[in-house]
């Protein structure tokens, strides 16, 4: 058996596709964009080295404006974080109580996790739509006609217009794994509770949540990190205006280095879209611990 | 003191079910609304009729957005573009798991840590050294400039997802091929590949939603008509059907009916993959 374990043809053969692969468009890339974000390049004549220049360019340029585009970006973090994750918990949780059609519900609210961001992207569009849409249709219809405006063309609600659709979308994910997660919790547990008098807002807030906090972790994650690398809602959406008052570091970058050829300038975005995520995670990581941490 | 109890009871339900039912109708009433205006005439999408079922059931916009609006050409390429990619992912996954756990090298430890590099990587890292290389080699407007990328950045997942299954099929069924005679191809295409076939359907699951709904690739990489994916194709229809509702809604809807068929068959292992690729992401 040894001897065709240790078959190096085979180990070359079985491997090689992959790490071939996966060294051309992801390591090779990751290398090249680091690079191209230390030079002034426009992508046809010859790059200069230019240090950290495109870095410095990043947090002072007042016309690109990056630090409004990533505090975008943390605005709909937060969104998610403080309204997407707490009705996500609470749907959870009142599902996870055994109640009569429970697949149903866990089948329908997961539903649009599946669609693709282009399709919810084009219907919300039409859902905002200033005469038609049944956001403003309905509003005229129980005469709050007051409220009815072009959701997605004013830059001071633009951001909240583009976090509903978001967070339509991306409940269901969030109460699945939770849902998952406060199943795989011992209902022993909760027996016991029950019969020392807990009521069930009691075992949700004592038992439930202080146990299931490795998987909220993960959604925090998801959330955060999912905001700062958010492209397809707002690319259908508002294309990051009006007046780039949508704008997300994902939208700057692609019109940075395909719109105006700026490559060195865009792959710096780059690098600081993928520093960020990583530096968010550990962060949430090392601040929310849990138990399985401190026993390794 | 019982019938106390009972009421109590039944206010919760009625809480419980109020609260689900209301968010079970935010989560449906668009898409119902989607549906019913993919099937409705302009007079009924704009005023007549905004919510309720259409009167006029108008099938000519699904031919409308199939024909003139090239939908059936994008769907094909979709459909195209992403099975090739879950092809691609399922061969060389499984097969570079098997060398990672089973195989014996220096080395594939070391391995196997860069391969999980990936699951940190966005692909906003890789998009304009892809898009140059694509450029050079003359393949944007292709479908390899789409299926190739979206393999690389799905094997992490993939291998992550099958080292997982490996794990569970026990070595001695190797060895038991291996004394009847079988080379380490044998092995892996008669013993292993068989009983990784829920692994195989977890990630061409994965594969299958991250492909066919991915847009900043399909976007950057094809402008030609003849390559567009759906999100992309659903785009330019803007164009094609400014004015008209109708096509373009039914163009949402095609778009969306292959996942739909999905989830009704298999919503339970669909739900399982997604929270198992979560959990160990």
Redesign the interface.
Known sequence: ??S?????L??V???F???A??I???????I??AY?SLQNWD?FSQGTFIGFDNYIELIQNKTVNFPKAFRNAGLLAVLSVFIQLPVAL??AL??A?G?K?ERF???????????????IG???R??YHL??G?VN?GLRAIGLETFVRDWLGDPGIVLIAVFIPLL?QY???HM??MY?GIKSISPELKEAAKIDGAT?GQISRLIIIPLLKP?LR?CII?AVTGSL?A??II??LTGGGPLRASEVP?TL??EM??RRNR?GF??SM??A??ML??FF?VLIKTTIRTEVDSDG | MGKRAINKINIKNIFTYGILGIWTIINLFPLYWLLTFSLKNNREIFGENVIGLPREWVWSNYTRALTIGSVGRYFFNSMFVTGVTILLTVIFATMATYALTRLVWKGRKAANNIFMLGLTVPIHAAILPIFLVLNKLEWLNSYQALFIPYTGFALTMAILICGGFMASIPRELEEAACIDGCSVYGIFFRIILPLLKPAIATISIFTYLAAWNELMFAVVFIRDKDYRTLTVGIQSLQGTFSTEWGPIGAALVIATIPTLILYIFMSKKIQESLISGAIKG
């Open positions: 058996m040894d065709v374990r240790k078959n190096k085979a180990i053969l079985f491997l596709p992959a790490a692969l996966f051309m468009i992801i390591i090779v890339p990751i090249m964009s191209y992508g609470g749907l009142l599902l109580r109640i059609g519900f866990v089948g329908v609210f997961f539903l649009p996790v599946l669609l693709s961001t282009v399709v084009h219907l919300w039409r859902i005469s038609y049944i249709v339509w409940v269901g994910y699945l794994l998952a069930d998987i993960i998801f690398k492209f397809d690319h259908v994902s970058m692609v280095i395909f490559y865009g792959s780059a690098i879209i993928i995520c990583f995670a």
